[in-house]
């Protein structure tokens, strides 16, 4: 297969052709180190300030221009391969600032001013998605990934949702689009990246991601890099060899059939809950606390998945409606029900070289009620305690079905059989809920650490079960 070594997108307007200095070197760095694009700020080079934020646009799989904020701390700069990207110093024309711009100016929305780039580029990228006169939620939402010390947010909020009342100062869809699909076609060979003892790889098929996978089982999978970053990061670890997925249009699909929602790996974090939401609308606020906007543009569903973090928010629901998992090693496939991906902390079913093609969600029952609740220290931005899901069936009054699982509370995201078992066939009652919630001290044995102890899980997760009995059946009686 042929392939390439360098690297072309757009910055601010111009096309780069770029070698990079190792294939994992970041976005930031290379703003900062070698374009003295220095407005984008480094603050905790772990995808959690804001203070990296730039504004990234790509094709959608139907052509259309889609601008994301995204981190520049934690994106390695050879998966902007045929995309677009702006960075604060690009917004002002002609002497005058962009009107996200002169919003945070005329609402006092900065102060010290090391935080403001990475708001603006926030703001600017609802802008140019068209959320130019947003409400309070929309900004609220879009700007989860920014933090400030300094101004207390409500100016900066107040400059978001003014930003509409100036001059319209949007991009030309049309003539990125064209500059999108020209690199397309410039960038139609496989990306491959060498340096010191490391190699990169972005194949352009799914087949040749395959081929590749099953000839370097060793190599680290990146899809959307919000865990894979931080090894570089946090971690300062040397990647000897990275494959890319991102690369793989086949891979970005959500498909639905007669049966069930198909979502492909490299299917971004916001898309792929969307497509949950739109079937199972319990998942929305799940979908709005997983992470911060641009956790959620770069992130993909699958990966988190695939990552098997004992507390990733997504498992558990996932393992509750009996999802299933597509595995591909070279040319075979097969497929197994999620919680039997699990096997051990950091440990899961998949043999050398084999990688998590897809999830297939079964489409909703008529009959069915499920829940999902995420237990934090902070609402934003924060790593679940607990994350419990339920997905249960009632016949005339008695348990037909039910599925109970949990992240946070064992090595990895869990069912709770014995207190499914306690559960099925019986009235769905206080009784049998009691004795269940009971039950689960015999599922899970939890461990404690910085964010919750192991009594505290215990005890919310009961109090959890709890709370889905009182919803599900619309009961106020708290005598438990």
């Avoid at 757009?10 to 190792?22: K, T």
């Avoid at 440990?347 to 009959?367: C, H, I, M, T, Y």
Wanted: with cysteine; proline share 4%; net charge negative.
């Amino acid at each position: 297969m042929s392939q390439r070594q360098v690297v072309s997108f757009y910055l601010n307007g111009m096309v780069q052709h770029v070698m990079p200095v190792s294939p994992t070197q970041t976005v930031l760095q290379y703003l900062r180190e070698q374009m003295a694009l220095t407005g984008t700020k480094e603050g905790c080079a772990e995808g959690d300030c804001g203070a990296c934020t730039v504004t990234e646009a790509s094709l959608d799989p139907d052509g259309r221009v889609v601008f994301r904020a995204i981190n520049a701390c934690i994106r390695f700069l050879p998966t902007l391969d045929g995309h677009a990207l702006w960075t604060v110093e690009s917004l002002s024309s002609g002497g005058r600032l962009h009107p996200v711009q002169q919003a945070m100016v005329d609402h006092h929305g900065s102060q010290c001013g090391f935080c403001t780039p990475g708001f603006v580029m926030s703001m600017y990228t609802m802008y140019q998605n068209g959320l130019t006169s947003p409400v309070r939620e929309e900004v609220l939402d879009h700007l989860s990934g920014n933090l400030c010390r300094c101004t207390g947010y409500r100016p900066i909020i107040d400059a978001a949702l003014n930003m509409g009342n100036y001059p319209e100062a949007r991009l030309d869809l049309e003539q990125i689009q064209q500059q999108l699909f020209e690199l397309q076609e410039q960038c139609q060979e496989s990306l491959c990246i060498t340096g010191t003892d490391q190699r990169y790889f972005a194949p352009n098929s799914l087949d040749e991601l395959a081929a590749l996978y099953e000839a370097h089982p060793q190599a680290v999978l990146l899809a959307g890099g919000t865990d894979v970053g931080l090894m570089v990061t946090k971690q300062l670890r040397t990647l000897n060899e990275v494959i890319y997925l991102g690369a793989v249009v086949e891979l970005n699909q959500i498909e639905r059939d007669d049966d069930c929602l198909r979502i492909g790996a490299t299917v971004l974090l916001n898309e792929g809950y969307e497509a949950l939401a739109n079937e199972y609308p319990e998942v929305r606020e799940l979908w709005k606390r997983f992470g911060s906007m641009p956790i959620r543009n770069s992130g993909t569903l699958v990966g988190n998945v695939a990552n098997g973090s004992p507390i990733g928010d997504t498992a558990p629901f996932l393992i509750a409606v009996q999802t299933r998992v597509v595995l591909r090693k070279g040319a075979r496939r097969r497929e197994l029900p999620l919680e039997d991906l699990y096997v051990d902390y950091r440990k899961q079913n998949r043999e050398p070289g084999e990688l998590v093609e897809a999830v297939l969600v079964p489409l909703r029952s008529a009959d069915i009620q499920v829940a999902t609740y995420k237990l934090s220290k902070r609402n934003d931005q924060d790593i679940s305690a607990v994350c419990s899901a339920y997905a249960l069936r009632v016949d005339q009054g008695k348990v037909a079905s039910v599925r109970i699982a949990h992240g946070g509370m064992a090595a990895t995201s869990r069912r709770a059989p014995h207190a499914e078992q306690v559960l099925d066939g019986q009235k769905w009652g206080e009784e049998a809920v009691a004795r269940a919630m009971q039950a689960l001290e015999n599922d899970y044995q939890p461990m404690s650490d910085m964010r919750a102890s192991n009594a505290y899980r215990l005890k919310a997760a009961r109090n959890l079960l709890y709370r889905f009995y009182l919803e599900s059946t619309g009961t106020t009686d708290t005598r438990i």
